[in-house]
């Protein structure tokens, strides 16, 4: 099966939910071991999907953000982790080719070693003291030019997918300017190495280690993008975080009706699917489904159908989309919890795991209170205007 040769959505998004049913029993394993699903990451390489995104100009299939955000979806319910690590390549490498930011020689390069061996990237821009990139901190990352390279010094937290990675896209501070660039690091570059200090009890399959960089020297030409202070543009391909999100908790949501259409007690005739109060949970966790697919994949096609102008005002939009979907997946996962009892707290369960996966959601960009804020002053802004 190759979901690059497949015509169209409706045909990816069905080849994709047999391709990964083995990802749902690897799950625990990962989980158990704190390891990463290297297996994982190369059946979706082997089947094409980590191509989906090049541009058609490049040889890829230029999916659409919709397309994006539901094969998504069906990765998180399989496996949370496996999704949020391969959704950052794919939504890179989509933004790259909507922006147009990069050299173009350099982005054709890369295209080609995504399409002819599988090349997978991922942006590193969080460090130990400055935190998410989000709240603005400068990177202490440093890119000195000297013989007509960049030598790279530096380490950068909650790299995700390190174990794979063949490129990293590294945020860095050049001293002389006083600006804050990209630049692409090829993995087998000298002076970088991966240190092994992911310990969360989160999405412990992403393998989001310490990156550090020291002395690594690059061509002058991989300075790939500068990165401008202050506001940042409106970042669709971001949607890939609710959506592997949703994807988990649809996926605690399918456990708990089986559970509840299974279970018997022998206090009751038939299963606890038929008590008033385990109906009132299983529908409030199909309300909240509902919600958020009809947000999630509506924001998508807007921004699939908008202008680029249109596109740098749905940031508060965007932000909504997030908010929303992943602390309603979190509700999602503790209903279907309560449905199931203290059997869903035994470390065979995957509800436990549903439970911890899903709350890293809140940790990933972008930040609920910065949302909340954007979402005030765009309310503000909007009364101003039409008074």
Same mark, same amino acid.
């Given at each position: 099966?190759?979901?690059?040769?497949?015509?169209?959505? /409706?045909?990816?998004?069905?080849?994709? /939910?047999?391709? %990964? $049913?083995?990802?749902?029993?690897?799950? =625990?394993?990962?989980?158990? /071991?704190?390891?990463?699903?290297?297996?994982?990451?190369?059946?979706?390489?082997?089947?094409?999907?980590? +191509?989906?995104?090049?541009?058609?100009?490049?040889?890829?299939?230029?999916?659409?953000?919709?397309?994006?955000?539901?094969?998504? /979806? &069906?990765?998180?319910?399989?496996?949370?982790?496996?999704?949020?690590?391969?959704?950052?390549?794919?939504?890179?490498?989509?933004?790259?080719?909507?922006?147009?930011?990069?050299?173009?020689?350099? =982005?054709?390069?890369? #295209?080609?070693?995504?399409?002819?061996?599988?090349?997978?990237?991922?942006?590193?821009?969080?460090?130990?003291?400055?935190?998410?990139?989000?709240?603005?901190?400068?990177?202490?990352? *440093?890119?000195?030019?000297?013989?007509?390279? !960049?030598?790279?010094?530096?380490?950068?937290?909650?790299?995700?997918?390190?174990?794979?990675?063949?490129?990293?896209?590294?945020? +860095?501070?050049?001293?002389?300017?006083?600006?804050?660039?990209?630049? @692409?690091?090829?993995?087998?570059?000298?002076? @970088?190495? &991966?240190?092994?200090? !992911?310990?969360?009890?989160?999405?412990?399959?992403?393998?989001?280690?310490?990156?550090?960089?020291?002395?690594?020297?690059?061509?002058?030409?991989?300075?790939?993008?500068?990165?401008?202070?202050?506001?940042?543009?409106?970042?669709? !391909?971001?949607? $890939?975080?609710?959506? #592997?999100?949703?994807?988990?908790?649809?996926?605690?949501?399918?456990?708990?009706?089986?559970? +509840? *259409?299974?279970?018997?007690?022998?206090?009751?005739?038939? *299963?606890?699917?038929?008590?008033?109060?385990?109906?009132?949970?299983?529908?409030?966790?199909?309300?909240?489904?509902?919600?958020?697919?009809?947000?999630? =994949?509506?924001?998508?096609?807007? !921004?699939?159908?908008?202008?680029?102008?249109?596109?740098?005002?749905?940031?508060?939009?965007?932000?909504?989309?997030? =908010?929303?979907?992943?602390?309603?997946?979190?509700?999602?996962?503790?209903?279907?919890?309560?449905?199931?009892?203290?059997?869903?707290?035994?470390?065979?369960?995957?509800?436990?795991?549903?439970?911890?996966? %899903?709350? +890293?959601?809140? $940790?990933?960009?972008?930040?609920?209170?910065?949302?909340?804020?954007?979402?005030?002053?765009?309310?503000?802004?909007?009364?101003? *205007?039409?008074?």
């Amino acid at each position: 099966m190759d979901l690059f040769n497949l015509n169209n959505m /409706e045909e990816r998004l069905t080849a994709l /939910e047999q391709a %990964v $049913h083995p990802f749902k029993e690897r799950a =625990y394993i990962h989980d158990k /071991e704190g390891s990463f699903p290297v297996e994982n990451i190369q059946d979706l390489k082997d089947i094409g999907y980590t +191509a989906l995104t090049i541009p058609k100009d490049y040889g890829g299939k230029e999916i659409s953000l919709l397309e994006l955000v539901k094969l998504q /979806e &069906i990765i998180g319910k399989a496996d949370g982790s496996t999704a949020l690590s391969i959704g950052w390549h794919m939504g890179i490498v989509k933004n790259i080719g909507e922006q147009k930011n990069w050299p173009e020689d350099l =982005y054709e390069y890369f #295209c080609n070693e995504a399409l002819q061996r599988g090349a997978l990237l991922n942006n590193t821009a969080t460090e130990p003291a400055t935190g998410s990139p989000t709240r603005g901190g400068k990177p202490e990352t *440093t890119a000195v030019f000297s013989s007509d390279q !960049w030598k790279i010094n530096g380490r950068k937290t909650f790299t995700t997918m390190a174990p794979v990675l063949d490129y990293f896209v590294v945020s +860095a501070t050049i001293p002389k300017e006083d600006k804050v660039a990209n630049f @692409l690091i090829p993995r087998e570059n000298e002076g @970088l190495t &991966i240190e092994e200090t !992911w310990d969360s009890i989160a999405m412990r399959g992403t393998g989001s280690n310490d990156l550090v960089l020291k002395n690594v020297c690059i061509p002058k030409h991989y300075l790939v993008s500068y990165l401008a202070p202050g506001d940042k543009p409106a970042a669709g !391909w971001l949607l $890939h975080i609710p959506a #592997c999100y949703l994807g988990i908790a649809k996926a605690a949501q399918e456990y708990a009706i089986q559970f +509840a *259409t299974e279970y018997s007690p022998n206090s009751i005739k038939g *299963t606890i699917s038929d008590l008033p109060n385990v109906r009132q949970k299983i529908g409030e966790i199909e309300l909240l489904a509902q919600k958020s697919s009809h947000f999630l =994949y509506s924001v998508a096609k807007k !921004w699939d159908e908008s202008s680029n102008e249109k596109r740098q005002e749905m940031k508060p939009e965007l932000g909504a989309v997030k =908010y929303s979907v992943v602390n309603d997946a979190i509700t999602m996962v503790d209903l279907a919890m309560r449905i199931a009892g203290a059997k869903s707290l035994s470390s065979q369960n995957p509800l436990q795991r549903y439970y911890r996966d %899903v709350r +890293a959601g809140l $940790h990933n960009p972008p930040m609920d209170d910065m949302t909340i804020m954007l979402l005030a002053s765009d309310s503000i802004n909007r009364a101003g *205007t039409s008074s």
